[in-house]
């Protein structure tokens, strides 16, 4: 019997939009339960990065597929990013609605990325890691360590303005 992602492992999700017009968008998918674990966002977030108005397209046409079996919803993890960046690039994702995790969304330089064994592995799209996060205060406590590792030199902090409206 066809089936389509939308109706099943994607039926619950919600897009968070971009902190900034240069960095990617992220669909954030609730996986129902008996997909869930441990190799997933707070066991059971599925991040997908997108970049452009048309892969958002792309994707949105990728879940409405009818197909034989379920599938990951993978279809951009492995399409190389767009963005190149020269200094690391974190950036905060502030929960668009009520019981939505708070998301920290790094962009790596390749000079970074090429240090791991395996980097298609290890970053989202060759340039990205996502954590998902309860609270603000969860995401600064992450951010503090990893700055402490890094050095305060080498990255850049970006944090997502949503809550500052303004009229053109």
Do not use: K
């Not at 441990?38 to 958002?56: F, G, M, W």
């Not at 951010?143 to 890094?150: C, D, N, Q, V, Y």
């Amino acid at each position: 019997m066809p089936m389509r992602l939308i109706d099943d492992l994607a039926a619950r999700r919600i897009y968070y939009r971009r902190p900034l017009p240069t960095l990617p968008d992220i669909l954030l998918i609730d996986i129902p339960p008996r997909f869930a674990g441990e190799r997933l966002a707070l066991d059971r977030y599925y991040p997908v990065i997108i970049e452009t108005v048309a892969e958002a397209h792309d994707f949105e046409a990728y879940l409405f597929e009818r197909r034989a079996s379920l599938v990951p919803p993978s279809l951009l993890d492995r399409r190389p990013s767009a963005l190149r960046v020269e200094e690391i690039v974190f950036a905060r994702y502030a929960p668009p609605a009520p019981d939505w995790p708070w998301l920290q969304l790094c962009c790596w330089p390749q000079a970074y990325t090429l240090m791991v064994p395996s980097p298609n592995a290890d970053f989202a799209r060759g340039a990205y890691t996502i954590e998902a996060f309860a609270s603000a205060e969860e995401v600064d406590a992450a951010e503090h360590i990893l700055l402490a590792t890094l050095g305060p030199h080498e990255a850049r902090h970006v944090r997502s303005l949503h809550s500052f409206g303004g009229n053109a």
